[in-house]
């Protein structure tokens, strides 16, 4: 049962690995097959390139019409020829040579002399001669003279290069010695007349139809032969000869010009010049700059000499250097990434301009341009671990979007004289917003219908481009609005910008100025997105219409306080959700009548019913409601009359960053040491560093209120 069970067990083994094996061998036999077809269709493949390249000549179209099944009979014929050909041995060629000097004359010159040989030589293959002179008449006479020019160097080096040895002698002497120097395989000279449509010039004897070698071995050799050529053309000083072999189309300009210096002279001396390594073409026509314009691959190191080894890393820190050059050349004028930051030096304090919560301004001048910048300093002093993050944030945001015209622009970022001391240079803009309602206010003058509505314009529109690119302000006031003498408005102070995404994550509520904070944020949500600076803008129309702040409230609750009493106390009706929101839970309110706002634009006829509207949307209650950026610059309040006046027609004002100005150098008096006295050593340190006095470094007519309640 052992035994049985084993037969049993072994039968279906022993005949699954025969049904394997026969099954492998026909795998292997048809792989062969498949491997066969495909190198048969690569090559006709590859001369049907050259047909098309050569389709004048007619031996090229007889190759084609030979069929791949008898290849191999026509491969033993050329063999039994060749076998022929090599008993008939020197003689013959020694005949060919002599009957050649007495037609020896340029080939150009004299077409039918080449006919008579080939006569004589009984090959009768005239109409190919035909082909091939109509080919050499076409060759211009300047072409030839550089072949044959070229050729009599390699004659006269070849000469010179030969030793003193009779064999040498002999060999010198006999071009069938010679012939026999190059000793390139048989199938590799087989392939090479294939695949050399003007093969047939160099020699006549083969001007019989040649067929297409489907040899694997042929194939193999040709492949090999490739990959040889391909390293020579990467190879300043790779071997040049087995170049003759290479079968690429478009390397026949190449094979052309060693081709030509065959064709010109018609003599078998200077075929084995050329493709002698040391007297090629390539090696003559290579100047030092060429050999030593590619960096060499890993294994070419090793055989070069010293002085190549040293022209080769000379040449390639050269290249490296231009390499530099042009990269750098294509950077932007100023890039701190790679060029690393300035130093405040390179700027000359002018006078300050304000102090805000996280930063002094100044107003300096570029000592190299002279251009007019405002320098922020960022606060760092509280910074114990590393760059304050409020401060990457402003900077980082102000350059993502500083490329509006409604947003101010920072040119670059420089450091102090040491680390903790780090300043943003913006585009300096002449007035801030808050400075200038005050002065409208206490003069009694307002901006025009007009003006309104081109700075609400270009506010939404700086706004606008930073909601596209994700962009939160959440700082938005009139104290950070600037505006230009040409009246552009620009938005400033980044401090508190942030990136927002969808969904939203929870961020703290503690932000934007308190009279500018919508009722969200004031009670408490941390997910909010772009209607928190709608609203700010919102405040923003009011104030720049009324000249006043809308909400100015004392605190937290006294400013939602203030907001209910003007709009009227929410209800669940009018924002949904409102009740779960967290300060709405603990505190009460009183109910307010809806909207009483309109009563305060009514005196004067300060605003009429469109531009209410816009108001009224931008200061909706609801966040889900509020208008956005988009929506309140296609509002029908910027279509009516009047329509916004254009900036440049704006009247122009004193700017208060302009009221402390230094006086020139020329006049600069010398400055005492003790009027720093009064001043705290870190602002006196800078004063000194921007040559500048103390009282020239107090703030204009306009101070600004610090809101303690702003984080
Ligand atoms: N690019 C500028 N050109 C001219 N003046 C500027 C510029 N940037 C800022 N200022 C002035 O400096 C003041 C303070 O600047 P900024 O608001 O950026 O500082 P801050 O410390 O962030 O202030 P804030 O208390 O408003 O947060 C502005 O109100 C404005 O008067």
Redesign the pocket.
Known sequence: MGGASTIGELGPMTSARNRASSSEDAKSSRSNREQETKMRESILSRLSKRKVSDSDDDTTEQRFSIQPKDAQKAKEDRYREKERERRKGRDHRDDRRAGREIDARPSNRDPRGKNERSDRDGKGHEHRHHSHHHKHDRTSDREKEKHRKRDERNKDRHRQSRTTSPEDDRTQKSPLKKARQYDAPEDAKLFDRVLDPNYKSKQQEVLVVEDVEMSPVEILDEKEEKEITEFTIDSPAGPKKYSKFESDPESDHEEEKKVHTIKDSDDDDVVEVHDDPLHSDYDEDESDDDKYSKTPEDREWEEMTETELRLHKEAMKKRQVVRQKALIAQLPVFYPGLMGCRNIDEYECVNR???????V?YRGKDKRTDEIV?L?RLKMEKEREGFPITALREINMLLKAGNHPNI?NVKEILLGSNMDKIYMA?????H?M??LLDTMSRRNKRFSIGEQKTLMRQLLSGIEHMHKLWILHR?LKT??L?MSHTGVLKI??F?LAREYGDPLRKFTSIVVTLWYRSPELLLGTRLYSTPVDMWSIGCIMAELILLKPLFPGQGETEQIKKIFMELGTPTESIWPGVSELERWKTLTFEKYPYNQLRKKFLAGRLLNDTGFKLLNGLLTLDPKNRVSASQALDHEWFEEEPHPVPPEEFPTFPAK?EQNKAPPPAAKPKQPENRMAHVDPETAKLLKQFEVRPEQVKPGGFS?K?DPT?F
Request: hydrophobic fraction near 40%.
């Open positions: 301009v304000d102090e805000g919560t996280f930063g301004v405002a922020k101010v913006m585009e300096f803009v002449e801030d808050k400075s700082d104290s950070n600037l400033a102070d401090g960053s600004l610090f702003r």
